[in-house]
């Protein structure tokens, strides 16, 4: 019974995982750019439906359209005021990755302070996630009914979009030759904007669905930053519905995987943080290219490539 429960549990936190990954995968994808401060993208996402729904009566889908909204804007500040200026400047990939790291930390104490000033330094989203359906201990709930259905659509919606629109055209032209898009006509500049602010709104989606899972803090995206770079190398770093397989795999192994340990032998759920850790090194050293057919412009083969190229400037 407790495992059938586990399974309803892994279903719907690898769905929000999957929400929250996508983005990442949209940046890896077009901009070639590992973003540390994502994990803040999700935090405001997080606070955004939290705050709505606790203090503001807020219905759920409005709640979530400002989360997207939010976290479209802090993409898009984080990329005018941060990631343009230095490409401009022809920055190396480490200093980018180095600036995503400082941006995440601004933005988390810039958080940390505004909530410690309204007493927000720990949130439960208020939410009521009822149990809609329960057929023997696999419990549908309303988080389960609506994280379901917007997690593939957003997943396919992105697929579609960068392979069969003339915006998914440019995107994939940036991720081949920049310069050569550039050449083309292609206007990188709104493209890179278009990409930041689909993976701000993606993110926050998925920061707001995470507030009904767990507790919202100004850490609450941080923490969950090493489930989703695991998703992401799992997936190939580049797959959406790579990224879709990745994010269940994670959730099963961290709860159902460790609710059965735990039943069986007796092995401390206090384990499941490993997880993420073990997945990575595994997918790096046994098959770089993740869940993506061929190693050729995936994996640690696709960082080889950009860090190469980065090089070479």
């Not at 200093?95 to 988390?108: D, K, N, P």
């Not at 994939?172 to 500049?189: C, F």
């Amino acid at each position: 019974m407790v495992q059938v429960e586990l399974v309803a549990i892994s279903i719907v936190i690898g769905s929000i995982y999957a929400l929250m990954s996508v983005g990442l995968t949209l940046t890896l994808s077009v901009l070639k750019l590992p973003n540390l401060a994502h994990a803040e993208i999700i935090t405001v996402g997080a606070y955004s439906v939290a705050v709505l729904v606790d203090y503001y009566s807020a219905n759920i889908a409005v709640a979530l359209f400002v989360a997207a909204i939010v976290g479209m804007t802090v993409a898009v500040l984080g990329e005018l005021l941060v990631f343009r200026p230095l490409n401009s400047r022809r920055a190396s990939l480490y200093i980018l990755i180095l600036a995503s790291f400082a941006l995440g930390l601004m933005v988390r104490f810039i958080i940390y302070i505004w909530a410690a000033e309204y007493n927000l330094l720990f949130v439960i989203n208020l939410y009521p996630n009822k149990v809609l359906l329960s057929i023997g201990g696999f419990q549908i709930t309303t988080l389960f009914v609506m994280v379901l259905p917007v997690t593939f659509a957003m997943v396919v919606g992105m697929h579609l979009l960068l392979n069969n629109t003339r915006l998914g055209k440019s995107m994939r032209a940036m991720h081949s030759n920049l310069s050569l898009a550039k050449v083309s006509g292609i206007k990188t500049g709104r493209v890179t904007l278009i990409t930041w602010a689909l993976v701000g709104a993606l993110t926050g989606i998925g920061g707001g669905f995470w507030s009904i899972q767990t507790q919202v803090y100004p850490q609450v995206g941080f923490d969950v930053l090493l489930d989703i770079f695991a998703i992401v190398v799992l997936a190939g770093l580049t797959s959406f519905y790579g990224t879709l397989i990745a994010s269940y795999i994670i959730a099963f192994s961290e709860n159902l995987l460790v609710g059965v340990l735990y039943s069986t032998f007796g092995l401390s759920p206090s384990y499941e943080p490993i997880i993420p850790f073990i997945v990575i090194i595994a997918v790096l050293l046994v098959r770089p290219s993740g869940l993506q057919r061929s190693s050729e412009g995936t994996g640690l083969s696709f960082l080889k490539n950009i860090f190469r190229m980065d090089g070479g400037k």
